[in-house]
């Protein structure tokens, strides 16, 4: 995952600009340590800090176009950069290795009409010398980051965090996901616009768990695409460990000969951190010996955790109280990661906002209210999960990929599936959430894993975590201070003491407006949107997000016999044991809950 900086149309010369430039450039260096490109000329000047994954001897940016005039600055990787090559009318000469490069030869076969051709993730800037333009463009979901603000002087900043720019912007924003920029017509055009971003469209097409299962392992094959060694993200749920399974599967061919030659690195490495004995390090260690990955567990102690919160809020760049929490142990285990010498995981992110796993969906009404949820979900993930996932291993020079978000899987999911398939509890025939991809990928994981409650990630590395940092913020924050919380904050106002202390610590790092504007607030239950609260009148008297504080929403959906006759297992966690006792054969009409 590579950092991306340019300064366009500046005030001086890209010579005058171009030290000052540098240092901006150098606080991106975490996210490509392995080599920096620079292009300046006239007023202009595109920075690259790379990480090498694709292209790895010759894929150095920025890259150019045969005659020198088209200029590209890339973070991200093109997963389907060899189909489009073979597509092109007049495809010229390649320069390089770089799944980027067709990115070139795209604009020039197409204008910036192209984007919508790409499958990967991505944050591009294309410097056009000849026709005096440039062009900036996101991935549909916003999986690289990208921002973009003007200084004092008119000139165009554009970069892939907020702190290479925010002391030199006189304003600055998120560049929109789904979005290109063009300078010569000075608009935004949405290149990225599927018939799921209307919250009232909803399929009604039958279920085909078979397609679901073979667009999901499609997505993945398409995401091994990579030349340096590589593994997973490993929680003991259910999404990381269906993306393990299936990469577990087609790890030993090479993705980029279509599977003609034996992979570089064809054993698969899986990772899971957690305080000692917490519920992920377990399950984890379940997953890991099922799929015989060779398997890392770290463990991180309460004090590493709280002293490690300042530096993650300074490399997230939110102060968003989920996302903080989820990201330290995030953080910490990207570290280790790294000295392994890997630098690229795949990671589960986005599978409960495609299907519905969070546990208040159980109190879902109905299949409109599932799919506009599912679509406000979707549509925000670049503030939350998205953002957490990039930047967490970005931070230590390793790169997240997401299969569950690829474009042509996501797309299927959300135009194809009915949202009254992906109902759950009382409103959903009793079902277990994400009933649908549980069924489809039976047999690829244990028992107690596929269908094992869902867990937010700052639960499942240990519950004495979260409820650690609500009592340090206690110890930092008075009551008084939470009294004039409205008055130093009117900007989203921090409800909590935990909220407030974190708050603190961005505004800390990040004290311009423009900053504290780029993260959303309102009210949330278990990362609900402020919408989803309408449907239980219970959940305005929560005021955490954890997804503990709607765990007995679940425990609701199940009374003790239909819960005796459905729950095809239980698995009972303690420090030392791990049992598991199976009651009976898993019904095929009903969904079931796992214990712990």
């Given at each position: 995952m590579?950092?991306?900086?340019a300064?366009?149309?500046?005030?001086?010369?890209?010579?005058?600009?171009?030290?000052?430039v540098?240092?901006?450039?150098?606080?991106?260096?975490h996210?490509?340590?392995?080599?920096?490109?620079?292009y300046?000329?006239?007023h202009n000047?595109?920075?690259?800090?790379?990480?090498?994954?694709?292209?790895?001897?010759?894929?150095?940016?920025?890259?150019y176009?045969?005659d020198?005039?088209?200029?590209?600055?890339?973070?991200?990787?093109?997963?389907?950069?060899?189909?489009?090559?073979?597509?092109?009318?007049?495809?010229?000469?390649?320069?390089?290795?770089?799944?980027?490069?067709?990115?070139?030869h795209?604009?020039?076969?197409?204008?910036?009409?192209?984007v919508?051709?790409?499958?990967?993730i991505?944050?591009?800037i294309?410097?056009?010398?000849?026709?005096g333009?440039?062009?900036?463009?996101?991935?549909?979901?916003?999986?690289?980051?990208?921002?973009?603000?003007?200084?004092?002087?008119?000139?165009?900043?554009?970069?892939?965090?907020?702190?290479s720019i925010?002391?030199?912007c006189?304003?600055f924003?998120?560049?929109?996901?789904?979005?290109?920029?063009t300078?010569?017509?000075?608009?935004?055009?949405?290149?990225y616009?599927?018939?799921?971003?209307?919250?009232?469209?909803?399929?009604?097409?039958?279920?085909?768990?078979?397609?679901?299962?073979?667009?999901?392992?499609?997505?993945?094959?398409?995401?091994?695409?990579?030349?340096?060694?590589?593994?997973?993200?490993?929680?003991?749920?259910?999404?990381?460990?269906?993306?393990?399974?299936?990469?577990?599967?087609?790890?030993?061919?090479?993705?980029?000969?279509e599977?003609?030659?034996?992979?570089?690195?064809?054993?698969?490495?899986?990772?899971?951190?957690?305080?000692?004995?917490?519920?992920?390090?377990?399950?984890?260690?379940?997953?890991?010996?099922?799929?015989?990955?060779?398997h890392?567990?770290?463990?991180?102690?309460?004090?590493?955790?709280?002293?490690?919160?300042?530096?993650?809020?300074?490399?997230?760049?939110?102060?968003?109280?989920?996302?903080?929490r989820?990201?330290?142990?995030?953080?910490?285990?990207?570290?280790?990661?790294?000295?392994?010498?890997?630098?690229?995981?795949?990671?589960?992110?986005?599978?409960?906002?495609?299907?519905?796993?969070?546990?208040?969906?159980?109190?879902?009404?109905?299949?409109?209210?599932m799919?506009?949820?599912?679509?406000?979900?979707?549509?925000?993930?670049?503030?939350?999960?998205?953002?957490?996932?990039?930047k967490?291993?970005?931070?230590?020079?390793?790169?997240?990929?997401?299969?569950f978000?690829d474009?042509?899987?996501?797309?299927?999911?959300?135009?194809?599936?009915?949202?009254k398939?992906?109902?759950?509890?009382?409103?959903?025939?009793?079902?277990?959430?994400?009933?649908?991809?549980?069924?489809?990928?039976?047999?690829?994981?244990?028992?107690?894993?596929?269908?094992r409650?869902?867990?937010?990630?700052?639960?499942?590395?240990?519950y004495?975590?979260?409820d650690?940092?609500?009592?340090?913020?206690?110890?930092?924050?008075?009551?008084?201070d939470?009294?004039?919380?409205?008055?130093?904050?009117?900007?989203?106002?921090?409800?909590?003491?935990?909220?407030?202390?974190?708050?603190?610590?961005?505004?800390?790092?990040?004290?311009?407006?423009?900053?504290?504007?780029?993260?959303?607030?309102?009210?949330?239950?278990?990362?609900?949107?402020?919408?989803?609260l309408?449907?239980?009148a219970?959940?305005?008297?929560?005021?955490?997000?954890s997804g503990?504080?709607?765990?007995?929403v679940?425990?609701a959906a199940?009374?003790?016999?239909?819960?005796?006759?459905?729950q095809?297992?239980?698995?009972?966690?303690?420090?030392?044991?791990?049992?598991?006792?199976?009651?009976?054969?898993l019904?095929?009409?009903?969904?079931?809950?796992?214990?712990?």
């Open positions: 590579c950092g991306i900086l300064v366009l149309n500046a005030h001086k010369t890209a010579e005058e600009i171009r030290p000052e540098l240092k901006h450039s150098r606080r991106l260096r996210r490509g340590p392995d080599w920096s490109g620079v300046a000329k006239g000047i595109l920075c690259h800090e790379r990480l090498a994954i694709v292209g790895v001897d010759d894929g150095a940016q920025p890259l176009s045969e020198k005039s088209i200029i590209l600055c890339v973070n991200g990787e093109i997963y389907n950069h060899k189909q489009l090559k073979k597509q092109l009318k007049n495809p010229g000469n390649f320069l390089t290795e770089s799944d980027c490069e067709i990115i070139i795209l604009y020039k076969e197409h204008g910036p009409d192209f919508h051709l790409l499958n990967g991505f944050a591009f294309l410097l056009d010398e000849a026709k333009l440039f062009m900036v463009s996101r991935d549909h979901m916003g999986i690289c980051p990208l921002y973009w603000g003007r200084d004092a002087s008119g000139g165009v900043w554009v970069a892939s965090e907020l702190k925010n002391d030199v006189v304003t924003e998120d560049f929109p996901p789904g979005y290109y920029y300078s010569d017509a000075d608009k935004k055009v949405k290149w616009n599927p018939q799921w971003h209307d919250e009232s469209y909803a399929s009604t097409a039958p279920l085909d768990l078979d397609r679901l299962r073979h667009e999901l392992e499609e997505a993945v094959r398409r995401q091994l695409m990579c030349d340096v060694p590589y593994g997973v993200l490993l929680s003991g749920g259910l999404d990381s460990s269906l993306i393990a399974s299936i990469a577990s599967r087609i790890c030993s061919k090479r993705i980029e000969d599977g003609q030659s034996s992979a570089w690195w064809p054993q698969l490495h899986s990772f899971s951190v957690g305080l000692k004995g917490s519920p992920d390090l377990k399950m984890a260690r379940v997953v890991a010996d099922y799929l015989k990955t060779v890392h567990e770290f463990t991180f102690t309460i004090e590493e955790g709280l002293d490690a919160i300042s530096d993650v809020i300074y490399h997230l760049e939110t102060y968003d109280v989920t996302t903080i989820a990201a330290t142990p995030m953080y910490l285990m990207s570290r280790k990661i790294k000295c392994l010498g890997v630098k690229m995981v795949l990671s589960g992110e986005g599978s409960d906002e495609i299907f519905g796993g969070y546990l208040y969906f159980h109190k879902c009404p109905n299949r409109e209210e799919q506009a949820e599912n679509v406000r979900k979707l549509k925000m993930l670049y503030k939350f999960d998205c953002l957490r996932a990039n967490c291993t970005a931070a230590w020079g390793v790169e997240a990929r997401v299969p978000l474009v042509e899987f996501l797309d299927y999911v959300m135009n194809t599936i009915d949202p398939d992906k109902m759950c509890g009382l409103n959903g025939d009793n079902r277990m959430e994400k009933w649908i991809v549980r069924k489809a990928f039976e047999g690829y994981l244990p028992h107690e894993i596929l269908w409650q869902k867990e937010q990630f700052s639960d499942g590395v240990g004495g975590w979260i650690s940092i609500k009592a340090h913020a206690e110890k930092m924050v008075s009551d008084r939470m009294a004039n919380a409205k008055h130093r904050f009117p900007y989203n106002t921090p409800p909590t003491k935990e909220a407030f202390y974190i708050r603190s610590v961005f505004e800390h790092h990040f004290p311009q407006a423009s900053a504290r504007e780029c993260v959303p607030g309102g009210p949330s239950v278990a990362c609900s949107t402020p919408a989803a309408r449907w239980d219970s959940f305005k008297q929560y005021a955490d997000c503990r504080s709607v765990a007995g679940h425990n199940y009374d003790d016999s239909h819960r005796e006759k459905t095809g297992v239980k698995v009972h966690l303690d420090d030392s044991t791990l049992e598991t006792v199976a009651i009976s054969a019904p095929d009409t009903v969904g079931v809950k796992t214990s712990s």
